[in-house]
């Protein structure tokens, strides 16, 4: 999830060092993998948190114009469109892109999603939905200044 790959290897490291010394704290009240996913979510908030602002999620620069049409829900969305999507996605906040990501990437559920994040169902739902729409109104944008160039 973090621009820098080293940083990321990292920070995954430090996650499952914290799963382990954490594993006797794992009550068995939600999945194993959701327990995992929050630690691991919380770790890179906290790297956020500190100061290290570059949050951009590399799920995004392999998009494929069938997932581009899913995630913007444009069936009308151009294979020419990706390139314009994935430089859209770049101008989200952090927690735009990391629900997408928990979302369309790790396939996790809203209920998941929620449980990871610590936010209501209702905001996730929303939150989606907004950037479904804001993702939409950027490719139109780009779309215009590509033509203008």
């Given amino acids: 999830m973090l621009q820098d790959r080293d940083k990321a290897q990292d920070v995954l490291q430090e996650s499952f060092i914290e799963i382990y010394k954490h594993l006797p704290a794992y009550k068995f ?5 959701t327990w995992a996913y929050t630690i691991t979510y919380r770790r890179i908030c906290k790297e956020f948190r500190q100061g290290k602002k570059n949050l951009i999620l590399e ?3 392999q998009i494929s ?4 049409a899913a995630i913007t829900q444009d069936e009308d969305l151009q294979v020419d469109d990706t390139e314009l999507l994935k430089q859209a996605i ?16 790790d396939d996790l559920s809203i209920s998941e999603i929620a449980e990871i994040t610590h936010y209501s169902e209702g905001k996730i739902k ?11 109104r950027k490719i139109i944008i780009l779309r215009k200044e590509a033509n203008y160039v």
């Fill in 29 to 33: 009240k939600s999945n194993f993998s």
């Fill in 65 to 68: 114009s069938k997932e581009g």
């Fill in 126 to 136: 929303t939150v989606l939905f907004r950037l479904r729409e804001k993702l939409k």
């Fill in 90 to 105: 770049k101008d989200l906040s952090p927690l735009e892109q990391s629900l997408m990501s928990l979302y369309y990437y």
């Fill in 59 to 61: 799920e995004f620069d």
